[in-house]
Nanobody
Framework: QVQLVESGGGLVQAGGSLRLSCTVS????????MGWFRQTPGKEREFVAAITWDSRTTKYTDSVRGRFTISRDNSKNTAFLQMNILKPEDTAVYYCNQGSLTGSGRYYQDNYWGRGTQVTVSS
């Protein structure tokens, strides 16, 4: 079965950095785009970033552009989210997802999700 496992979350002070990882098994990793989402209690899951299968195209939500960088290593079936200059409002559970990213920058998520990794940014 398809499994996505996120890791790398933790507690960090504002201005600090974290690097999240997402490892995929049970599915051809390099055939799909990868996306990162986040969710806080009482709110819907929101899109953060996505990257095409070949890393040629990336997309970010406005609030993280310039601070977060998405990347992937197809040889390791792993996607990454480097998060710099973290802010308290970045506090959330972060999830990864496989899907597709169009040339116009629209990300279509598939139904496979990991359990998420908690990121907490203290002020």
């Amino acid at each position: 079965q398809v499994q996505l496992v996120e890791s790398g979350g933790g507690l960090v002070q504002a201005g600090g950095s974290l690097r999240l990882s997402c490892t995929v098994s049970g599915r051809a990793f390099s055939s799909y785009a990868m996306g990162w989402f986040r969710q806080t209690p009482g709110k819907e899951r929101e899109f953060v970033a996505a990257i095409t299968w070949d890393s040629r195209t990336t997309k970010y939500t406005d609030s993280v552009r310039g601070r977060f960088t998405i990347s992937r290593d197809n040889s390791k079936n792993t996607a990454f989210l480097q998060m710099n200059i973290l802010k308290p409002e970045d506090t959330a559970v972060y999830y990864c997802n496989q899907g597709s990213l169009t040339g116009s920058g629209r990300y279509y998520q598939d139904n496979y999700w990991g359990r998420g990794t908690q990121v907490t940014v203290s002020s």
